[in-house]
């Protein structure tokens, strides 16, 4: 069983330029969601994809935008970078029917300076 | 809105020692609740999980007990090893229109020395 694997593990930008992040799900798992994890603090909810539409958001601009393909896996957008976008971005997979178990890839850490 | 509170860490304990982790929360509703590890240079995993209201989770010598009367889900185990250093996430999947849009708290980091 292949687990949630996450691409690249590192990144540095600049304020203002525009990043993809990417996301393989778990095998089988058809839901996909994206937290942002900034330093010593809890991951916080930013959106989450259901047969690649948007299903539910959190409290994030909408410079913050995904994607999720027909083979599950995903893409995290983010325009017009700013400071405070540095941060771990976590992917979780799960089944729609455990939406609450979800199995995490090891993240992208991304700098923005 | 959801939220969860955590103890403030980070905890430093010996080997075979008894640990807990406290945790509180906030929904509205009947959320699920959850407690997830996050090892050195690891994504997060999920440790345990309890459903409803008096259910106890439990998994590798951790346990955690829901409980609604005092919005709790408080982290225990009775004899900690050096391999549980970690970081500790406690939260809640909120039911209704927000289903599997997990709220965590702050994390609380354990240290377990020989």
């Known amino acids: 069983e292949t687990g949630v694997t996450q691409s690249p593990t590192h990144l540095i930008k600049t304020r203002g330029q525009q990043v993809t992040l990417r996301c393989s799900s778990q095998?089988?798992?058809?839901?996909v969601s994206w937290y942002q994890q900034a330093l010593g603090q809890g991951p916080q909810f930013i959106f989450q994809?259901?047969?690649?539409?948007?299903?539910g958001r959190g409290n994030f601009p909408p410079r913050f935008s995904g994607l999720q393909f027909p083979n599950y896996s995903s893409e995290l957008n983010v325009n017009a970078l700013e400071l405070d976008d540095s941060a771990l971005y976590l992917c979780?997979?799960?089944?729609?029917?455990?939406?609450?178990?979800?199995?995490f890839g090891p993240g992208t850490r991304l700098l923005v300076l | 809105g959801n939220s969860v509170t955590q103890m403030e860490g980070p905890v430093t304990l010996s080997e075979e020692a008894f640990l807990t982790i406290n945790c509180t929360y906030t929904?509205?509703?009947?959320?699920?609740l959850f407690w997830y590890v996050q090892y050195p240079g690891e994504g997060l995993q999920l440790l345990l999980k309890?459903?409803?209201?008096?259910d106890k989770g439990s998994n590798k010598g951790f346990e955690a007990t829901y409980r609604k009367e005092t919005t709790s889900f408080h982290l225990e185990k009775g004899s900690v090893q050096v391999s549980d250093s970690a970081v500790y996430f406690c939260?809640?999947?909120?039911?209704?229109?927000?289903?599997?849009?997990?709220?965590f708290g702050q994390g609380t980091i354990l240290t377990v020395h020989p």
């Open positions: 979780a997979s799960s089944l729609v029917a455990q939406p609450g178990t979800q199995y």
């Open positions: 095998s089988g798992h058809n839901t």
């Open positions: 994809y259901y047969r690649e539409e948007e299903n």
């Open positions: 929904a509205t509703g009947y959320p699920s």
């Open positions: 309890a459903t409803k209201a008096d």
């Open positions: 939260a809640l999947n909120p039911g209704g229109t927000s289903y599997g849009k997990l709220t």
